[in-house]
């Protein structure tokens, strides 16, 4: 058939560049049509990976580098713009698809807009779902595009939950790695440095989810953004530790049935799945060898080291605001750690307290009222960590 048209919302990222890989596996430009391609800072990568998919558009979210780019794509005929209304331009492309992968809240607005005009939406970014479940979902299905999840273990759940079966639905069981720390005592882990923080056994991944691996914070978002893609109550959700993150999470059924998807740690399976959905494609990953593998592990998360699945289950009994505030709190404080100014274990203590503050902190689904509790929820985390930082 004719290509997918496509456009790489975070192209330059982790997911952004596994993503261009994976177009290049499934045919590059006799499968895949590139309108758009986004990035931040990495303007030399973002330039190259226009220029070699032929992208139409390229994208700086920085408008203090719109001119850098400009320069480094003179001459190529591929369009130039930048800050937050070139986003919003490249995310509003027609298009079949769009791989939804820039970090953080700056991907909500953009993601949004992308669902809303009826695109497919290949959804990497965790905040659409965790900060604007509701919102989100309902933009998808108003635009009439299909939502296909790309984190590794909401793929897994995906592809192990046929829709003819979800009424059976009992549970759904979120692996995690447990990360470096895994068996770390909490004195140990009070005085980890980022550098260690972010250095993942099984996966390799950007910054932020690095460091949301090590503390779980990054499956308490899982956890949120389960409920909301799957529609399945908070109760139903549990997550086992399984180190060698070979089971990428499974689906339990009412007769008894678990059924899980396996495979290598390799974020190019769950973007093959999502970018040649529903068809599965070919890609030239690594193949499970189970004799070598041996065995596989699981043992219960340990939410006193681990109190990020607390917090998620507390964000989502309590409602309202408080995933997105648990979000940005702990985005803030996890730039906080990663700058050396607060240690890993006061990154839950101040997400904790800036829920806690904002407990009744008026709630909607509107755009702007995420973006209040957002920012509200970012500048509390701000003052506790400059005052944790005069305390020391
Ligand atoms: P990276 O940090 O590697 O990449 C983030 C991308 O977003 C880059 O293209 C970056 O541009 C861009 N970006 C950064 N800041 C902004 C901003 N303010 N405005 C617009 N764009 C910005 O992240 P990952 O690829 O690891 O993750 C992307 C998303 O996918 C995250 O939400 C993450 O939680 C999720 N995810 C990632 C997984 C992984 O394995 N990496 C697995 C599952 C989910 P530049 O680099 O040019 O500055
Ligand atoms: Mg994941």
């Known amino acids: 058939g004719s290509p997918r048209r496509i456009t790489v919302l975070g192209a330059t990222g982790s997911i952004g560049c596994n993503t261009l890989d994976v177009i290049g596996q499934l045919g590059g430009r006799d499968a895949f049509e590139v309108e758009a391609l986004t990035g931040h800072a990495n303007i030399g990568l973002l330039a190259e990976q226009a220029k070699a998919v032929g992208a139409k558009m390229a994208v700086t979210a920085d408008e203090t580098l719109y001119g850098a780019l400009k320069s480094a794509l003179a001459g190529t005929g591929i369009a130039v713009a930048a800050g937050a209304s070139g986003l919003m331009e490249a995310a509003e492309r027609d298009v079949d698809l769009v791989m939804a992968a820039i ?21 990497a970014n965790k905040e659409c779902l965790v900060s604007a479940g509701r919102l989100f979902v309902s933009a998808v299905a108003d635009g009439g595009g299909t939502l296909i999840p790309v984190d590794s273990e909401h793929s897994a759940i995906f592809q192990s939950m046929e829709d003819d079966q979800r009424h059976a639905v009992e549970r759904i069981v979120l692996t995690a790695s447990g990360g470096p720390f895994r068996q770390m005592s909490r004195e140990e882990m009070a005085l980890v440095t980022p550098e260690r923080a972010r ?18 914070f990054n499956k308490a978002l ?8 799957f529609a399945v109550a908070p109760e139903a959700i549990e997550v086992i530790v399984h180190p060698q993150s070979i089971i990428h999470s499974m689906v339990g ?24 959905y529903p068809r599965r494609p070919k890609l030239n990953v690594e193949r499970l060898d189970f004799a070598k593998l041996a065995r596989l592990d699981f043992e219960a998360p340990d939410e006193a080291r681990f109190p990020a699945l607390r917090l998620a289950r507390l964000a989502m009994a309590r409602g309202g605001m408080q995933s997105a505030v648990m979000n940005a709190a702990e985005e803030v404080a996890c730039a906080a750690f990663v700058a050396g100014r607060i240690g890993f274990l006061a990154m839950a203590e101040v997400a904790e307290a800036v829920m806690d503050e ?18 509200e929820a970012r500048a509390r985390a701000a003052s506790r960590i400059s005052r944790l930082e005069r305390a020391a």
């Open 199 to 216: 250095a993942h056994p099984n996966w390799s991944m950007g910054l932020k989810i690095s460091i949301g691996s090590a503390t779980m």
């Open 103 to 123: 970090v953080g809240t700056a991907g909500l607005a953009p993601t949004l807009a992308a669902a809303r005009r009826g695109a497919d939406i290949a959804l």
């Open 222 to 229: 899982e956890m949120i953004e389960a409920h909301h893609l």
């Open 358 to 375: 904002m407990i009744d902190w008026p709630a909607g689904d509107g755009m702007q009222v995420v973006f209040a509790a957002d920012a």
């Open 253 to 276: 059924y009412s007769d008894g049935s678990v059924i899980a998807q396996l495979g290598a740690p390799d974020m190019r399976t769950a973007i093959g799945y999502a970018l040649a």
